[in-house]
């Protein structure tokens, strides 16, 4: 099982910018697929983006061309680029890590856009 923490949320007018970070405990080198998620008030928690081991990217159709996933393997880290935000990206995001079938989550952090 790996630990993960989330940073980086706050409050930001619309048209702004945040980078979220996610430090998990232990290598995150061998996972299955890892990514990020949000959950808005009142709505289920959806996927935002995801990668897998081999490369393939699957963004949310909702912030296609404005966040980008990245990695420092190296340091156990993953990270969560948002530009052009917009008031319905508040939520709660929460990111996740696959080794074989088991998930692991962090805590959430919650990201307000203010219009």
């Known amino acids: 099982q790996v630990q993960l923490v989330e940073s980086g949320g706050g409050l930001v007018q619309a048209g702004g910018s945040l980078r979220l970070s996610c430090a998990a405990s232990r290598s995150i080198s061998g996972m299955n697929r890892m990514g990020w998620y949000r959950q808005a008030p009142g709505k289920e928690r959806e996927l935002v983006v995801s990668?897998?081991?081999?490369?393939?990217?699957n963004y949310a159709d909702s912030v296609k061309g404005r966040f980008t996933i990245s990695s420092d393997n190296a340091k156990n880290m993953v990270f969560l680029q948002m530009n052009s935000l917009k008031p319905e990206d508040t939520a709660v995001y929460y990111c996740n890590v696959r080794f074989g079938a088991f998930d692991s989550w962090g805590q959430g952090t919650q990201v307000t856009i203010s219009s």
């Open positions: 990668i897998t081991s081999g490369g393939w990217i």
